[in-house]
T-cell receptor, first 116, second 112 residues
Framework: DTGVSQDPRHKITKRGQNVTFRCDPISEHNRLYWYRQTLGQGPEFLTYFQNEAQLEKSRLLSDRFSAERPKGSFSTLEIQRTEQGDSAMYLC??????????????FGPGTRLTVT | GDSVTQMEGPVTLSEEAFLTINCTYTATGYPSLFWYVQYPGEGLQLLLKATKADDKGSNKGFEATYRKETTSFHLEKGSVQVSDSAVYFCALSYSGYSTLTFGKGTMLLVSP
């Protein structure tokens, strides 16, 4: 049983650079979520997809952030012109809607972004 | 808006001690409640959940009861182990509405 995977696990970038993260959900899951977790805080919701449709975006998701899930499988999260305030752990989660635990989300290990 | 408040950590206990981590919530509706655990270097794992008032979630010796009257979902374990050392997050979500709202997390440190 393969869980949610994320790549890379760690990313160090310089301010102003663009970065892209990838998330591979559990294969039969139709919903995919992105969260951001800063030090000492709980995860905060960024956006989610049902299949390939992006259904909700948080106000935390500024114009510099974009997410895609082109074929309803893996997803990418891109941050353009990174700022030091973007330094955080970016978490991906997936769930199966309509199943027994429709709102049970399974999380990946996260991508830790450091902007210098 | 909805919010979750957890007791501040770290909570430091000796092995076999009794654990309580307090969690209270503010919600406009009737959410489902969750406890997630994050072990060092790993992703969040669902520990237990409760979907309606008076439900008790339980897993791996941990328990939490959904108390609507006190808007609480406190996590308890009768006898902690060193391997329970982790960060514990309380969260809420609405069935059919996907996003989870998390508390800040409580670190638990268990010494032998």
């Amino acid at each position: 049983d393969t869980g949610v995977s994320q790549d890379p696990r760690h990313k160090i970038t310089k301010r102003g650079q663009n970065v892209t993260f990838r998330c591979d959900p559990i294969s039969e899951h139709n919903r995919l979520y992105w969260y951001r977790q800063t030090l000492g805080q709980g995860p905060e919701f960024l956006t989610y997809f049902q299949n390939e449709a992006q259904l909700e975006k948080s106000r935390l998701l500024s114009d510099r952030f974009s997410a895609e899930r082109p074929k309803g499988s893996f997803s990418t999260l891109e941050i353009q012109r990174t700022e030091q305030g973007d330094s955080a752990m970016y978490l991906c989660a997936s769930s199966l809607v309509g199943g027994k635990g429709a709102y049970e989300q399974y999380f990946g290990p996260g991508t830790r972004l450091t902007v210098t | 808006g909805d919010s979750v408040t957890q007791m501040e950590g770290p909570v430091t206990l000796s092995e076999e001690a009794f654990l309580t981590i307090n969690c209270t919530y503010t919600a406009t509706g009737y959410p489902s409640l969750f406890w997630y655990v994050q072990y060092p270097g790993e992703g969040l794992q669902l520990l237990l959940k409760a979907t309606k008032a008076d439900d008790k979630g339980s897993n791996k010796g941990f328990e939490a009861t959904y108390r609507k009257e006190t808007t609480s979902f406190h996590l308890e374990k009768g006898s902690v182990q060193v391997s329970d050392s982790a960060v514990y997050f309380c969260a809420l979500s609405y069935s059919g509405y996907s996003t989870l709202t998390f508390g800040k997390g409580t670190m638990l440190l268990v010494s032998p």
